[in-house]
């Protein structure tokens, strides 16, 4: 459902990036020009070489940051809960460098890109976490290019999972909090849909990891 966005009730606003504002600025600056978007699993938030006209806060839901490749995709990142998703685009202006694709049903809220500068413009304790967050994208960007050189495809496939279950948790049955597809899992861990498949077979068959309602749980981190 579609409408207007609204920080003061949103749940996961106590830890965004805007949680430091003061009431009345929230209200003005973001509230009032900001709208909610609801977004369906397999729905692309932005993509790739579109104008950013704006940043996108996750009120609720679960999405992949990724590169479009001509065989495959590549997910570089994967965010949550008060995330922001397109940001760093606003600030040198111009296309959108990655796209967001949602892994399941998703409420994200849009704040248009003059409000969202004119925010920033004001706020040095905004600024100061928006570096920090910047310099930590950069940091994973540069762990998925030297996994992609240096780790095997077993390995890759591993430290997919892993990183899954450190970034979304796990659920009442200890396994990975959310649903993925073995395509997913493929572009996460940057090798072909065919070998994550097999990967996951002998993961399986060894006991490391076991099926539950089409989740992955993790048996064993230490092989």
């Given at each position: 459902?579609?409408?207007?966005?609204?920080?003061?009730?949103?749940?996961?606003?106590?830890?965004?990036?805007?949680?430091?504002?003061?009431?009345?600025?929230?209200?003005?600056?973001?509230?009032?020009?900001?709208?909610?978007?609801?977004?369906?699993?397999?729905?692309?938030?932005?993509?790739e070489?579109?104008?950013?006209?704006?940043?996108?806060?996750?009120?609720?839901?679960?999405?992949?940051?990724?590169?479009?490749?001509?065989?495959?995709?590549?997910?570089?990142?994967?965010?949550g809960?008060?995330?922001?998703?397109?940001?760093?685009?606003?600030?040198?202006?111009?296309?959108?460098?990655?796209?967001?694709?949602?892994?399941?049903?998703a409420?994200?809220?849009?704040?248009?890109?003059?409000?969202?500068?004119?925010?920033?413009?004001?706020?040095?304790?905004i600024?100061?976490?928006?570096?920090?967050?910047?310099?930590?994208?950069n940091?994973?960007?540069?762990?998925?290019?030297?996994?992609?050189?240096?780790?095997?495809?077993?390995?890759?496939?591993?430290?997919s999972?892993?990183?899954?279950?450190e970034?979304?948790?796990?659920?009442?049955?200890?396994?990975?909090?959310?649903?993925?597809?073995?395509?997913?899992?493929?572009?996460?861990s940057?090798?072909?849909?065919e070998?994550?498949?097999?990967?996951?077979?002998?993961?399986?068959?060894?006991?490391?990891?076991?099926?539950?309602?089409?989740?992955?749980?993790?048996n064993?981190t230490?092989?």
């Amino acid at each position: 459902m579609n409408g207007y966005g609204d920080c003061h009730t949103c749940k996961s606003f106590s830890k965004s990036a805007f949680s430091c504002l003061d009431k009345d600025t929230v209200s003005k600056s973001i509230t009032a020009n900001s709208v909610s978007l609801s977004f369906k699993k397999g729905q692309d938030v932005y993509i790739e070489n579109t104008l950013a006209k704006g940043a996108y806060c996750i009120q609720s839901g679960k999405v992949k940051i990724y590169k479009g490749c001509t065989q495959r995709n590549i997910t570089i990142d994967l965010a949550g809960n008060s995330d922001l998703l397109g940001y760093q685009t606003l600030f040198n202006g111009g296309n959108f460098t990655n796209s967001a694709k949602c892994l399941e049903e998703a409420q994200i809220c849009f704040i248009p890109k003059k409000n969202f500068l004119d925010i920033i413009a004001t706020n040095s304790e905004i600024q100061m976490l928006l570096i920090k967050r910047c310099c930590i994208d950069n940091y994973k960007l540069s762990n998925v290019l030297r996994d992609l050189k240096c780790k095997n495809t077993l390995s890759r496939v591993a430290a997919s999972l892993l990183a899954v279950g450190e970034k979304f948790g796990f659920d009442e049955n200890k396994c990975l909090n959310i649903t993925l597809t073995r395509k997913d899992i493929s572009e996460i861990s940057g090798t072909t849909t065919e070998s994550a498949i097999r990967i996951l077979n002998d993961l399986k068959r060894e006991k490391v990891i076991s099926f539950y309602n089409n989740r992955i749980k993790i048996n064993d981190t230490t092989k």
